[in-house]
């Protein structure tokens, strides 16, 4: 079974500050891993996705993902926040079987403070 | 259609009424998911659909809910003997192909139960 951990329901950051943004994974096979936003009252769209190519992954708006084997971690990362990044983000991963359903972690809701 | 159609966008409905929920995919996708949102929950997957294949039931909290799908396109979500703890939203969301490109979501249903 695939899981995956997002470190804080809620971060609060400072306009122009660096964004971290935490996620852990558990996959007894090797991980398809991918990032989610929701912006108020709108649906989700998918940010970024590592599917074993790049460890370094980049996504929409400035955001970017590192997957990290040893540390089994995924954690979105943008160098300048925005009043436009506060949003819910979701961390996901799945395994390319073919039959392997999209698990989510419960979020992390961003707070971009001006 | 051009997204992801779920209907009806608000149900308010009696503890302990039946539901259906109706999603209908973006054209040619063969994968359909559903997930229920709750408030600090995260996105909790519930049932997968994927071409011809057996769905995927595991994430189906109770035996209240089930789920089908016709004719590989519209899927419709029950949940008999509604509870108060059912209300969520309920999102739909479909991918074209196993790689998970893209998942494209619904608007969801909010589904209240009193």
């Known amino acids: 079974a695939q899981s995956v951990t997002q470190l804080g329901s809620h971060v609060s950051v400072s306009e122009g500050a660096l964004v971290l943004l935490r996620c852990n994974y558990s996959s007894s096979v090797p991980p398809y891993l991918f990032w989610y936003v929701q912006y108020p009252n709108q649906g989700l769209q998918l940010l970024l996705k590592y599917t074993s190519a790049a460890t370094l992954v980049k996504g929409i708006n400035g955001f970017e993902a590192e997957f990290k084997k040893s540390e089994t971690s995924f954690h979105l990362t943008k160098p300048s926040a925005h009043m436009s990044d506060a949003a819910e983000y979701f961390c996901?991963?799945?395994?390319?079987?073919?039959?392997?359903?999209?698990?989510f972690g419960k979020g992390t809701r961003l707070s971009v403070i001006a | 259609g051009a997204g992801v159609s779920q209907s009806p966008s608000n149900k308010v409905t009696e503890k302990g009424k039946d539901v259906e929920l109706r999603c209908d995919p973006i054209s040619g996708h063969t994968a359909l998911y559903w997930y229920r949102q709750s408030l600090g929950q995260g996105l909790e997957f519930l049932i997968y659909f994927q071409g011809n294949s057996a769905p995927d039931k595991s994430g189906l909290p109770s035996d209240r809910f089930s789920a089908e799908r016709t004719g590989g396109s519209v899927s419709t979500l029950t949940i008999q003997r509604t509870q108060q703890e059912d209300s969520a939203v309920y999102l739909c969301a479909s991918t074209r192909d196993r790689g998970y490109e893209k998942l494209f979501f619904g608007s969801g249903t909010q589904l209240s139960v009193l």
């Open positions: 996901a991963v799945s395994a390319y079987s073919g039959n392997t359903p999209l698990v």
